[in-house]
């Protein structure tokens, strides 16, 4: 599926969030996060390239946190450490101020 310039600049804005890789315990919060801001063709999209990036074991991670995304609701505090992480990476769809992270 090709990739909208909007998903397009939402992978970059995660690559400068998180250089390192997604960890595993930010799948279903970034995935809540984007569902509310991105239509689902993008946010498929946005894992499928995200995917093809992992390796296969991160890659079926992904893709069940797209499937529990709709199922799970991811805590509050776990919702805050990404966007903050998201927000310190230049995503202009963060409001960090809005949050406690609970670390100083």
Known sequence: MPLSSFAHSIL???RAG???GLPPADY???FALLGTQVTDEDLHAIADELTSESDPQSAAAIKKAITDVTNVQPN???VARVRARLA???WPL???DQ???GTA
């Open 12 to 14: 970059s804005w995660l």
């Open 76 to 78: 509050e505090y776990d």
């Open 94 to 96: 963060a409001r960090p």
């Open 88 to 90: 310190a990476g230049g």
């Open 18 to 20: 998180y250089p390192e």
């Open 28 to 30: 279903i919060p970034l």
């Open 99 to 101: 949050f406690s992270t």
